[in-house]
């Protein structure tokens, strides 16, 4: 009792040295519109408005950052995928199977490469998704033209672990979800409405020159990102741009 009567006092006294007024509530809407002018006018003038623009430059910002990045459709990337894990010699890839991604690439997968669910408690399988996954692959929220990035929302059967913990990670993005900058992606989803509990911001493989100032990779996650730019229907995935993209003779 004598703890709680302490407690009030001390609140009642902080209350009255500094009183809560409406002023900061009233200014956040005219801050947002000035915020929001700022962006508008720096696109204007310098960002790619067009979706082919915005994923060219979300090709050239991912490839600068060491990731290896394929144009194609959603006809096209389930097999163009599976080709690279083979001759990449990945054995086991771990994904959700049941998410519409996860169902085409399940059927595309050839008998080299082990398709695993994550449907075990992290504590179940430390060693083995450590010691024997191979890669994981991920379907992005949206993505940030401007900076490369990727934005993950984890959930339940694609948590954090399956873009972090495997030396590959494998993202997939379509270009009608790409957004010119990190404001722009903010105002489009309306974040302002509810952050999920857990957002993943991707920007190339994981590195860190912390020790000794010398660049190294994949020392607190993937050491390798590919990723997958699909637009929704078209025909950009024909056999010639696949071979290309394989390194092979059309």
Same mark, same amino acid.
């Given at each position: 009792?004598?703890?709680?009567?302490?407690?009030?006092?001390?609140? *009642?006294?902080?209350?009255?040295?500094?009183?809560?007024?409406?002023?900061?509530?009233?200014?956040?809407?005219?801050?947002?519109?000035?915020?929001?002018?700022?962006?508008?006018?720096?696109?204007?003038?310098?960002?790619?408005?067009?979706?082919?623009?915005?994923?060219?430059?979300?090709?050239?910002?991912?490839?600068?950052?060491?990731?290896?990045?394929?144009?194609?459709?959603?006809?096209?990337?389930?097999?163009?995928?599976?080709?690279?894990?083979?001759?990449?010699?990945?054995?086991?890839?771990?994904?959700?199977?049941?998410?519409?991604?996860?169902?085409?690439?399940?059927?595309?997968?050839?008998?080299?490469?082990?398709?695993?669910?994550?449907?075990?408690?992290?504590?179940?399988?430390?060693?083995?998704?450590?010691?024997?996954?191979?890669?994981?692959?991920?379907?992005?929220?949206?993505?940030?033209?401007?900076?490369?990035?990727?934005?993950?929302?984890?959930?339940?059967?694609?948590?954090?672990?399956?873009?972090?913990?495997?030396?590959?990670?494998?993202?997939?993005?379509?270009?009608?979800?790409?957004?010119?900058?990190?404001?722009?992606?903010?105002?489009? *989803?309306?974040?302002?409405?509810?952050?999920?509990?857990?957002?993943?911001?991707?920007?190339?493989?994981?590195?860190?020159?912390?020790?000794?100032?010398?660049?190294?990779?994949?020392?607190?996650?993937?050491?390798?990102?590919?990723?997958?730019?699909?637009?929704?229907?078209?025909?950009?995935?024909?056999?010639?741009?696949?071979?290309?993209?394989?390194?092979?003779?059309?």
């Amino acid at each position: 009792m004598i703890a709680d009567d302490a407690r009030t006092r001390i609140l *009642e006294r902080l209350r009255a040295a500094a009183p809560v007024t409406t002023d900061v509530a009233a200014a956040a809407p005219m801050l947002s519109r000035r915020i929001d002018a700022h962006f508008d006018g720096r696109r204007a003038m310098n960002a790619p408005a067009d979706p082919a623009k915005l994923a060219d430059a979300m090709q050239t910002a991912l490839q600068a950052a060491h990731a290896e990045v394929w144009r194609t459709d959603e006809a096209g990337w389930p097999a163009l995928l599976a080709d690279r894990l083979a001759a990449d010699g990945v054995r086991r890839l771990l994904f959700d199977p049941q998410g519409p991604e996860g169902a085409a690439l399940s059927r595309g997968l050839p008998s080299t490469v082990e398709a695993i669910a994550y449907q075990r408690p992290i504590e179940d399988w430390k060693r083995e998704l450590f010691d024997t996954v191979d890669a994981g692959f991920t379907v992005a929220r949206s993505g940030i033209a401007g900076t490369g990035t990727l934005v993950l929302v984890p959930d339940a059967r694609t948590p954090r672990t399956v873009s972090l913990v495997p030396p590959l990670h494998v993202a997939l993005v379509y270009t009608d979800t790409l957004h010119a900058d990190l404001h722009a992606a903010m105002r489009a *989803e309306h974040w302002q409405d509810g952050m999920p509990t857990n957002l993943v911001l991707v920007s190339g493989p994981s590195k860190t020159s912390d020790i000794q100032q010398t660049l190294a990779y994949g020392a607190h996650g993937p050491r390798r990102l590919w990723v997958l730019i699909v637009e929704r229907g078209g025909n950009t995935a024909s056999a010639a741009v696949q071979a290309q993209a394989l390194g092979e003779p059309a």
